[in-house]
T-cell receptor, first 110, second 116 residues
Framework: KNEVEQSPQNLTAQEGEFITINCSYS?????LHWLQQHPGGGIVSLFM???GKKKHGRLIATINIQEKHSSLHITASHPRDSAVYIC????????????FGQGTILTVHP | GAGVSQSPRYKVAKRGRDVALRCDSI?????LYWYRQTLGQGSEVLTY????????KSGRPSGRFSAERPERSVSTLKIQRTEQGDSAVYLC??????????????FGPGTRLLVL
């Protein structure tokens, strides 16, 4: 079993829909990252969380440390949101190394 | 530049040959990381270094992979005797400090390696 599990692995939505991507992890962490990777592009860091909730524009990320679970929400989705979304955790005992989830491929149709 | 850069962006290598991938991190960043990202297997850490020392070679397969840091903001990932299974995207990232806790890592665009 992977230390970081994301679901779903593939997600297709219509423009305007509310989207949720989930991430569960099995190790103790000091921080969790949500990353975005466009086809052929580099990786952009969307959020870094250690507790609670963060919001940036149409993106919202939440984390529940007790349940070892995080969610990334996209409100009013748009085709330009189409990308791979990756959850990555930083273990509490590492030197900042990130363990990545498998990624969720999101496709938003107009 | 303002961000992390990697070169080359694409590399095709013949199986058995050695390859070297370069990463230029953000000036002043202390810690450099190398990750390998493969389709269907997600991503894994290969190695990381702080300042001049390579701290961790826990990535697989460590024997053929090594990272050198000829300059503070430059790292070279060397893969010896490449195998087809080494085909992947290699990502470099850097972070400001050496505490390794709660820090954001800044990623390069990656080098896509194809081993034939």
């Amino acid at each position: 079993k992977n230390e970081v599990e994301q679901s779903p692995q593939n997600l297709t939505a219509q423009e305007g829909e509310f989207i949720t991507i989930n991430c569960s992890y099995s190790v103790g962490i000091s921080a969790l990252h949500w990353l975005q990777q466009h086809p052929g592009g580099g990786i952009v860091s969307l959020f870094m969380l250690s507790s609670g909730k963060k919001k940036h524009g149409r993106l919202i990320a939440t984390i529940n440390i007790q349940e070892k679970h995080s969610s990334l929400h996209i409100t009013a989705s748009h085709p330009r949101d189409s990308a791979v979304y990756i959850c990555a955790v930083r273990s509490g005992t590492s030197y900042g190394k990130l363990t990545f989830g498998q990624g969720t491929i999101l496709t938003v149709h107009p | 530049g303002a961000g992390v850069s990697q070169s080359p962006r694409y590399k095709v290598a013949k199986r058995g040959r050695d390859v070297a991938l370069r990463c230029d991190s953000i000036s002043g960043h202390v810690t450099l990381y190398w990750y390998r990202q493969t389709l269907g297997q997600g991503s894994e850490v290969l190695t990381y270094s702080q300042s001049d020392a390579q701290r961790d070679k826990s990535g697989r397969p460590s024997g053929r992979f090594s990272a050198e840091r000829p300059e503070r903001s430059v790292s070279t990932l060397k893969i010896q005797r490449t195998e087809q299974g080494d085909s992947a995207v290699y990502l470099c990232a850097s972070s400001i400090g050496d505490r390794g806790r709660g820090e954001t890592q800044y990623f390069g665009p990656g080098t896509r390696l194809l081993v034939l």
